[in-house]
């Protein structure tokens, strides 16, 4: 059958590439994104979709139950991607109610909208509300633990992370309490093209051409575990197809690097692919900054459910996705020059001076 989405936050990273490979995979399917545009989403993202009879794009806050409740009527959704939130750590720190606002608010916004239509529609069993959600609500690890599974407990340690956290804690309330056919997926950090240049990877590699220094909080050993995000959206392919309502599914890379060490992968990368660098060698340019505060220092995904249940596994290596990514951004500087603008410069001195 022919899927009609409703794919939020569509616009920003992780959401328009789901968008794209959907597009892609299934070119018969309808594909509605909402997007507020905040700083973050890009409608340049899309741009190869505009014109399409099966794409529609709407500009709209999640938090507004009209604009949902319209959408979810006349396009007569049956399925929600829910990748709009507020996202950043760093911002987090400086200003959390936004993060309460989109990740909490909003979410409960859409599953109430979706759970009213999905009972007026006599609740079809291939209805699906997938939420996708962040390793960072298990907290941090020791170097030795295991890494997490479905069944960590949660210990989120920054805003963003307690109200992803909170949203998770909603999405299984609706499917426990009112049966709404609701699936939570958990993922590790992601990295690929259109990321905005505020985190870790586009940061370095953007200041690495622009010959601006590259900041590395604390002594640059936390650890991450590294999804290339084309990997992440085949992974969600499989969730929305055959995943279980009711179930959550962790989502990694089996790519655990330290952040000093990945920094120095992207210089030699730098070094290698770009032609007129202002500073060579890249890794010159690496300066250890004051650590931010409540800086977990580990997260691990243990994806052994996505691979027993579901017969997913990650295909790209850490190299190879990062030679992509860098190469990515080495292409595509009409992209990302445009939002390095006052106001996130402004916001970049806030952080590393």
Same mark, same amino acid.
């Given at each position: 059958?022919?899927?009609?989405?409703?794919?939020?936050?569509?616009?920003?990273?992780?959401?328009?590439?789901?968008?794209?490979?959907?597009?892609?995979?299934?070119?018969?399917?309808?594909?509605?994104?909402?997007?507020?545009?905040?700083?973050?989403?890009?409608?340049?993202?899309?741009?190869?979709?505009?014109?399409?009879?099966?794409?529609?794009?709407?500009?709209?806050?999640?938090?507004?139950?009209?604009?949902?409740?319209?959408?979810?009527?006349?396009?007569?959704?049956?399925?929600?991607?829910?990748?709009?939130?507020?996202?950043?750590?760093?911002?987090?720190?400086?200003?959390?109610?936004?993060?309460?606002?989109?990740?909490?608010?909003?979410?409960?916004?859409?599953?109430?909208?979706?759970?009213?239509?999905?009972?007026?529609?006599?609740?079809?069993?291939?209805?699906?509300? #997938?939420?996708?959600?962040? @390793? %960072?609500?298990?907290? !941090? $690890?020791?170097?030795?633990?295991?890494?997490?599974?479905? *069944?960590?407990?949660?210990?989120?340690?920054?805003?963003?992370?307690?109200?992803?956290?909170?949203?998770?804690?909603?999405?299984?309330?609706?499917?426990?309490?009112?049966?709404?056919?609701?699936?939570?997926?958990?993922?590790?950090?992601?990295?690929?093209?259109?990321?905005?240049?505020?985190?870790?990877?586009?940061?370095?590699?953007?200041?690495?051409?622009?010959?601006?220094?590259?900041?590395?909080?604390?002594?640059?050993?936390?650890?991450?575990?590294?999804?290339?995000?084309?990997?992440?959206?085949?992974?969600?392919?499989?969730?929305?197809?055959?995943?279980?309502?009711?179930?959550?599914?962790?989502?990694?890379?089996?790519?655990?690097?330290?952040?000093?060490?990945?920094?120095?992968? #992207?210089?030699?990368?730098? @070094? %290698?692919?770009?032609? !007129? $660098?202002?500073?060579?060698?890249?890794?010159?340019?690496? *300066?250890?900054?004051?650590?931010?505060?409540?800086?977990?220092?580990?997260?691990?995904?243990?994806?052994?459910?996505?691979?027993?249940?579901?017969?997913?596994?990650?295909?790209?290596?850490?190299?190879?996705?990062?030679?992509?990514?860098?190469?990515?951004?080495?292409?595509?500087?009409?992209?990302?020059?445009?939002?390095?603008?006052?106001?996130?410069?402004?916001?970049?001195?806030?952080?590393?001076?």
């Amino acid at each position: 059958m022919n899927h009609r989405l409703l794919v939020t936050g569509g616009a920003g990273f992780i959401g328009s590439n789901f968008v794209h490979h959907w597009c892609r995979t299934y070119p018969n399917d309808q594909v509605v994104v909402l997007d507020a545009l905040t700083y973050a989403g890009n409608r340049c993202n899309l741009a190869a979709l505009e014109g399409r009879e099966n794409f529609r794009f709407v500009q709209g806050n999640i938090c507004d139950r009209a604009v949902i409740d319209q959408i979810l009527q006349t396009e007569n959704i049956d399925t929600i991607a829910h990748f709009a939130a507020e996202s950043h750590v760093d911002r987090s720190i400086l200003g959390p109610s936004a993060f309460v606002q989109t990740n909490v608010v909003g979410t409960f916004t859409l599953l109430e909208a979706f759970r009213q239509h999905w009972e007026v529609t006599l609740k079809p069993d291939y209805y699906r509300f #997938l939420h996708v959600s962040t @390793d %960072e609500v298990y907290g !941090s $690890l020791g170097p030795n633990d295991p890494p997490f599974t479905e *069944t960590t407990s949660y210990a989120p340690n920054s805003p963003y992370s307690a109200s992803k956290a909170g949203s998770d804690h909603l999405v299984r309330s609706y499917y426990h309490t009112y049966r709404l056919p609701a699936i939570i997926t958990n993922c590790s950090n992601n990295y690929g093209p259109y990321q905005f240049p505020e985190k870790l990877i586009p940061l370095m590699c953007i200041n690495a051409l622009i010959g601006k220094q590259l900041p590395v909080y604390g002594d640059g050993k936390n650890v991450r575990d590294w999804l290339y995000v084309g990997d992440h959206c085949t992974a969600l392919d499989r969730v929305i197809h055959f995943g279980i309502p009711g179930e959550t599914y962790n989502i990694g890379g089996n790519n655990e690097v330290e952040n000093i060490t990945l920094v120095q992968m #992207l210089c030699l990368l730098m @070094d %290698e692919l770009a032609p !007129s $660098l202002l500073v060579r060698p890249t890794s010159d340019l690496i *300066t250890f900054v004051k650590d931010r505060p409540g800086h977990d220092r580990r997260y691990a995904i243990n994806a052994t459910k996505m691979k027993t249940h579901l017969g997913w596994s990650p295909s790209v290596t850490i190299q190879e996705g990062l030679r992509l990514t860098v190469e990515w951004y080495l292409h595509h500087r009409d992209w990302w020059e445009p939002l390095l603008s006052d106001e996130y410069q402004a916001y970049y001195q806030k952080i590393y001076s």
